[in-house]
C-alpha cells in the first residue's frame, strides 16, 4: 500500500452506537429548498432542461437576474411541522435538508454571509424549525451542505495564482466558520451531507478535507460523515489511493443502486433517489420518468437488502409547500411501511442467494427473515434457496402471522413456498424463522419422489 497522511484512517465500518442507529433507520428524506424553487426550472418562458437547482447555470438564465430572486423568497405556507407529519407518515426515520446548494443561498441566518434568509421578505430561520419539528416526529436530521459556493467571491474551482490560494484560504476559513455555526444553531444534528466536492480547487487539498472532518468530529463527537467531503493527498476522492473508504459511508450512490453485495464492498452505503429522472429542486415540469410508489419501496428494500440506506428526494414549491405528486407518494409509501415497515427498518444482507421473485433481508443479528416480493411466480411458487444445513422452521405472511405456510422441501436445503395467485398492488411480505438443520432433511416432509 501506499503510505499516506490523509486517507482513510479506519478500515472496516465504524462499530459505534451512533453508526448503527444510522443503519437501523434505513430510510430517509431528503429534501432540496432553497432560491431555485422560484423559477422552478422555468424562466422568461422557457424550459430549463437540467435539474432545477442548477438553473443558474443555464445559458438561458442571466446571473444578475438569479441573484436578485431571493428578495423575493417568502414561502409563506411553510409549516415544518407539517412537512415532519407528512415524513413521519412516509416512515422515513432521518432527513437531510439543504442547508446551503451550489447556489451559496443559506437557509439559516449566517453571520458569515449575507445571502441568506434573513435578508428575504421571509426573514426567519427556516433549518430551527424543520430540525425541531422532525426531532420531534422522531426523526433524525442530517445536514446538506455544498463546498462549492457560487455566491462567495473566494470560492475557486481551481487555483491559478497565488491570489487564487489566498481566496481559497480565506474560503476555507468561511467553511470552517459556517459549519461549526450550523453545528452550534442545531445541536441535535447526526451528521453532514457535503456535495459539491469534486472541483480541483478541493480535490488537491486532500489535507484541508482530513482536517476539516477531524475538526468537526472533535466538535461533535459521533457526527455521522459519508466519502464525499474527502480527498486524499493525491486526489482520490470516495475510496483514497490505497482503495480504502474514506468517511462513514460510500455515498457515491445518487440516483443509482448497486445491484449485487458485491457492489458494497462490505462498505455501509447509502443511495440518494430522485422521483423524476434528474431533479432535485422544484421544477414545475416534471418530465421522463416519474417513479411510483412501488417502483421506490422496491428500491428502498433492495438498498436495505445489500446493507443500505435509501434516502427519497422532495423540493418543495417557493410558498413552502410539497406539490401533490410527493404528498401523494409520501401517502402511499407510507401506507405499505405502516404494515411492512418491519422488513426494512434495522435489517440488512440476508446472506442468501438473490431470489428472481423480489428480496431478502434479515433483521440484524436474528434468524428472522423477511421475503419482499416483488415479482410473483407464475408456477405460484417462492423459491427458497438456503445455505448448506439450515432450514427453515417456519413462516407465515407478515399480515397473517397467524397463518402458518407450509414450505416444501423440494431438494436438498431448497424449499417451495407457495404463494397465492392474485392481483398484488404492492410487495407482499413474508416471514421465516430460519434454523440450523436438524437431523434428515430438515422439517418439512420430503418432495413425494
Ligand atoms: C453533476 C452533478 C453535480 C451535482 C449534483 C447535486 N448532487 C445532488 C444530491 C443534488 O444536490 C445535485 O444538484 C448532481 C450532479
Redesign the pocket.
Known sequence: TIPLQHGAHRIGNRTDADMQRWRDLRFGQ?I?WGVYAIPGGMWDGKVYNG?A??IRSWKEMPHEAYDQLYKQFNPVKYNPADWAQQAKNMGAKYMII?TK??DGFCLWPSKYAKYTIANTPYKKDILGPMVEAYNKAGIDAYL?F?I?DWNHPDWRTSIKSPADSMAMARFKVFVKNQLKELLDRYPTVKGF?F??T?DESWKNDGAFSDELEQYLQQLHPGLIIGSRLRADEKGARHFDSNSRLMGDYEQGW??KLPNTIADVHGNDWEG?M?VPE?Q??YHQQWFGHVKSANELIEMLVKSASLNGNFVL?FGPKPDGTFRTEEQELMRNIGRWMQVNGSAVYGTGYAGLEKPDWGYYTRKTGTDTVYMVVCNVPVNGNLRVKLPAKQSIAKAWALEQPGVALQPELVSRDEYFIPVEQKVYTSPLVIVMKLEQQQRGQGNFEKAKT
Open positions: 431528503f432540496h435539474a437547482e442548477w439543504t446548494h451550489h446538506y455544498s462549492i451531507w456535495d459539491g469534486w445518487e440516483r440518494v430522485t434528474n432535485w429542486g428526494n
